[in-house]
T-cell receptor
Framework: AQKVTQAQTEISVVEKEDVTLDCVYETRDTTYYLFWYKQPPSGELVFLIRRNSFDEQNEISGRYSWNFQKSTSSFNFTITASQVVDSAVYFCALSEARDGGSQGNLIFGKGTKLSVKP | GAVVSQHPSWVICKSGTSVKIECRSLDFQATTMFWYRQFPKQSLMLMATSNEGSKATYEQGVEKDKFLINHASLTLSTLTVTSAHPEDSSFYIC???????????FGSGTRLTVV
């Protein structure tokens, strides 16, 4: 069965600190996709990144970076020099490939609430 | 980019009434729609998956007669909460997949409060 674990329920940092949000996943499939979403208080989900299981390259986008390690089934997310606007709930999610190349439904972790204080 | 318009953004209804939530794909054809529910301070849980023109597939524990899902066209899917009760109060959000669209496109969510 597929599962996504975000062990950190809440994290509080002071502005400009770096913060890493952990994500560990379980799946039996060899082809799968990993995602990170941001959910601000308004509720909408903001897509941050998608990674497929064959691409273990780490990615950097501005202050955001992601570390994908298949050996430990982890897909961690780091925010460098955090800002108050980064305060939100962050969800890690997993989907598996279906026949025809499409993706199945997203399985979400429980989320990590990040509070960045000025 | 792909957009899914979800309405209403929030709704308050009386116990026993029904509420319809709509998700429209504005610039692509949504072949699959996923409906999620999120209780306060919890994660998003899949309720059902619908493919255009087919009956929805419900997750275990989700009552199909209570949560009616219609996906009759490639641009519109609806979720109707029938005979709503206070315990149905939650955040409902749809997510669409479509031809030529990368990944998932989420609606903005509907906050339902049943009083």
């Amino acid at each position: 069965a597929q599962k996504v674990t975000q062990a950190q329920t809440e994290i509080s940092v002071v502005e400009k600190e770096d913060v890493t949000l952990d994500c560990v996943y379980e799946t039996r499939d060899t082809t799968y996709y990993l995602f990170w979403y941001k959910q601000p208080p308004s509720g909408e989900l903001v897509f941050l990144i998608r990674r497929n299981s064959f691409d273990e390259q780490n990615e950097i986008s501005g202050r955001y970076s992601w570390n994908f390690q298949k050996s430990t089934s982890s897909f961690n997310f780091t925010i460098t020099a955090s800002q108050v606007v980064d305060s939100a709930v962050y969800f890690c999610a997993l989907s598996e490939a279906r026949d025809g190349g499409s993706q199945g439904n997203l399985i979400f972790g429980k989320g990590t609430k990040l509070s960045v204080k000025p | 980019g792909a957009v899914v318009s979800q309405h209403p953004s929030w709704v308050i209804c009386k116990s026993g009434t029904s509420v319809k939530i709509e998700c429209r794909s504005l610039d692509f054809q949504a072949t699959t729609m996923f409906w999620y529910r999120q209780f306060p301070k919890q994660s998003l849980m899949l309720m059902a998956t619908s493919n255009e023109g087919s009956k929805a597939t419900y997750e275990q524990g989700v009552e199909k007669d209570k949560f009616l899902i219609n996906h009759a066209s490639l641009t519109l899917s609806t979720l109707t909460v029938t005979s709503a009760h206070p315990e149905d109060s939650s955040f409902y959000i749809c997510s669409a997949q479509g031809l030529g669209v990368y990944g998932y496109t989420f609606g903005s969510g509907t906050r339902l409060t049943v009083v």
